[in-house]
């Protein structure tokens, strides 16, 4: 026996449609320069309501959820690459490199973020998640005698952190490969 064709909800449809819209705008919005968007702006760029965002995203902390979802989706497999370097200073200036393409692709979500972090206990948590993530990556291709240093690898990781690309960049008003070779020389006469 045959069973009617199902037509999906048109409803559940659009309103899929409108979320990922909203998502879209807040990105949007973010990555061109406005680091607090109102439900307004994120309303008129996604083409709804102001009602439909706050009906979809009743807290900020889901949008983030859903735009942090997405940058994932982007930087992990940059992330995951295996290093094909000779020796750990060969590995160690790939993952320079690599950071410099994922600190650039996440610096204006990370900066609203990060505006954001000290009143909202999830944007706490990526944040300390994202600096555990920065760390692991150094110990991963750094020696033992650096990795025992505490102080050392305290300050390699400063140098290597997404804070001192963002100040290179932004406050120092260097080009990408200007901040990426000055973190390269600082970690280098670091390490001597």
């Excluded at 020796?87 to 690599?98: C, P, T």
């Excluded at 994202?130 to 650096?146: S, Y």
Aim: aromatic share 6%; with cysteine.
């Amino acid at each position: 026996m045959s069973h009617p064709t199902r037509h999906p909800d048109g409803r559940k449809q659009r309103s899929e449609r409108s979320r990922l819209a909203i998502v879209d705008a807040m990105l949007d919005i973010i990555m061109g320069g406005k680091m607090e968007p109102s439900a307004a702006d994120i309303a008129e760029r996604a083409g709804v309501s102001a009602r439909t965002v706050f009906r979809h995203f009743e807290e900020m902390d889901s949008l983030y959820s859903e735009m942090t979802e997405r940058m994932e989706a982007q930087i992990m497999p940059i992330i995951h690459q295996p290093f094909t370097g000779d020796g750990w200073q060969a590995q160690l200036d790939q993952l320079l490199e690599r950071r410099a393409v994922i600190y650039e692709k996440i610096m204006p979500l990370k900066i609203a973020a990060s505006i954001r972090r000290f009143s909202s206990d999830y944007l706490m948590l990526n944040y300390e998640r994202f600096l555990h993530l920065e760390r692991t990556g150094l110990e991963n291709v750094l020696p033992d005698p650096v990795r025992k240093n505490a102080t050392m690898l305290s300050a390699v990781e400063m140098c290597a952190g997404f804070q001192t690309w963002r100040r290179l960049r932004q406050d120092q008003n260097l080009s990408v490969d200007q901040a990426t070779d000055v973190v390269k020389l600082t970690i280098s006469k670091l390490l001597g």
